[in-house]
């Protein structure tokens, strides 16, 4: 069973267009990750929310916390081929290392 | 910022030798390292958890004899993955607990491919 749900798995849309990825889970969280990797390459942090209902933004990056603490979102406005990459969320269940979902592999086409 | 430094960023090895991992925080002290292992197309899957000082934790279905893990300073983990097999290639990625605070950050990544 997988602890963080993520969707879509994959998506691939047009430079301009609005996309939202979803993280869900029936779990409780204290506070969820989300994470942005490129091919080749370490998971670099975009974001972290610990309070539910909050929302916080990152450039045309938007990051919701559910209010209850088990899901979030992440919305991109006006997405650019920069944007492309797989985006993971993740959340630190115990004292160990971090669970992550599955992925969102995004790709923006010019 | 944090930095985690690993390597080597990709590795070749014939299947049955062995091949180490390096993991070093460059500029903070990490009691705590994980290791994860992403297979194309995936997520990460921890694989374990390094603690400075003492015995790695592994996570269910990974073989601590495979996958040695040692963490002898609060700046250094290395993985040395044993008599490799070509099912064992995949991309293998560190991060680093800082020493009193919060936060995860990631080395850049290891391609082992088995031949």
């Known amino acids: 069973t997988q602890l963080l749900e993520q969707s879509p798995q994959f998506l691939s849309i047009q430079e301009g267009e609005n996309l939202t990825v979803y993280c869900n889970s029936s779990s409780v969280f204290s506070s969820l990750q989300w994470y942005r990797q490129e091919p080749g390459e370490g998971p670099v942090l975009l974001v972290t929310v610990v309070t539910g209902g909050e929302v916080k933004k990152l450039k045309r990056l938007t990051f919701q916390f559910g209010d209850a603490r088990k899901d979030s979102s992440l919305h991109i406005t006006a997405a650019q081929p920069g944007d492309t990459g797989l985006y993971l969320c993740a959340a630190a269940v115990s004292a160990d290392g971090l669970t992550f979902g599955k992925g969102t592999h995004l790709i923006i086409q010019p | 910022g944090a930095v985690v430094s690993q390597h080597p960023s990709w590795v070749i090895c014939k299947s049955g030798t062995s091949v180490k991992i390096e993991c070093r925080s460059l500029d903070f002290q990490a009691t705590t390292m994980f290791w994860y292992r992403q297979f194309p197309k995936q997520s990460l899957m921890l694989m374990a958890t390094?603690?400075?000082?003492?015995?790695?934790?592994?996570e269910q279905g990974v073989e601590k004899d495979k996958f040695l893990i040692n963490h002898a300073s609060l700046t250094l983990s290395t993985l040395t993955v044993t008599s490799a097999h070509p099912e064992d290639s995949s991309f293998y990625i560190c991060?680093?607990?800082?020493?009193?605070?919060?936060?995860?950050?990631f080395g850049s990544g290891t391609r082992l491919t088995v031949v």
């Open positions: 991060s680093a607990l800082r020493t009193g605070g919060n936060g995860y950050t």
């Open positions: 390094s603690n400075e000082g003492s015995k790695a934790t592994y």
